[in-house]
């Protein structure tokens, strides 16, 4: 059992999104935990937060698949009895590597997409909700809040990832319903949608994206880093959004214009 301020759970553990959000809340004082289904690389990013970390403490984990009710629930009584509180949550999808063409794909591979981007993160997220209402009443947690990262699939047609556009679209709204419910309970809400984020890719799709920036796809003519997800995320921890609940922060460099 340990003894932590604010403590922040965060899914996609292994991941670069999720490593700059962690780091920029570990530059906050906060202690976060993260999840991943594979256990030997979320061992390894928790190892470098550990490193990054002025105190070992500040960081723990604890391998779960989003997709089975057994490990959400596992995974949540993990948080509270190592600290008895979570103050923020943040969901950020993983899933596996399946075509989702729309006139191609399979029933088999469409649900994989939706378990991974859509019922995993429901679910979790429902547990969580229920138990940041308990904490708030008792007076352990003051002001807990949900994000949600998704991605400007939830708007955007993109036929060749047709089922993570359909779970996107879900995603957004299952901020406002989250939002609607908890908001009477001093619980905020939020969809931190990005945009073209680099994290790697081959090499064909980097230059593709490459010259439809520098052609002006985004009136920042950069690609997205992971920091810039962290800091968004970072701002709503640090409670400087307090009016704002059921909100899509935008991280895209301005995709979202729909420009002339």
Known sequence: MASAEQVALITGGSEPTAQAVARELIRRDWTVVITASNGQELESAAGELRRFAEAAEQVAHFPADLAASGDREA????????????DLAVSIPTGP?????LLEMNEQACGQV????LIGPLFLMQLVANEMVRLTESGAVEAGKIVLV?????????TERAARCLAGAATSMLTRLLADSLGEHGINVYEIRVGLI???GTDEIRARYDRLIEEGLTPIRRWGRPQDIG??????AEDLLPYSTGEVINVDGGFHLKRL
């Not at 939706?114 to 981007?117: L, S, V």
């Not at 800091?231 to 709503?236: D, G, P």
């Open 75 to 86: 995974l949540v009584e993990f948080v509270l009895e190592e600290f008895q509180r979570i």
């Open 114 to 117: 939706m378990r991974a981007y």
């Open 150 to 158: 998704n991605s400007i699939g939830a708007y955007t047609s993109a």
């Open 231 to 236: 800091l968004a995320v970072a701002a709503v």
């Open 198 to 200: 680099s994290t790697g």
């Open 97 to 101: 590597e399946v075509n989702e063409n």
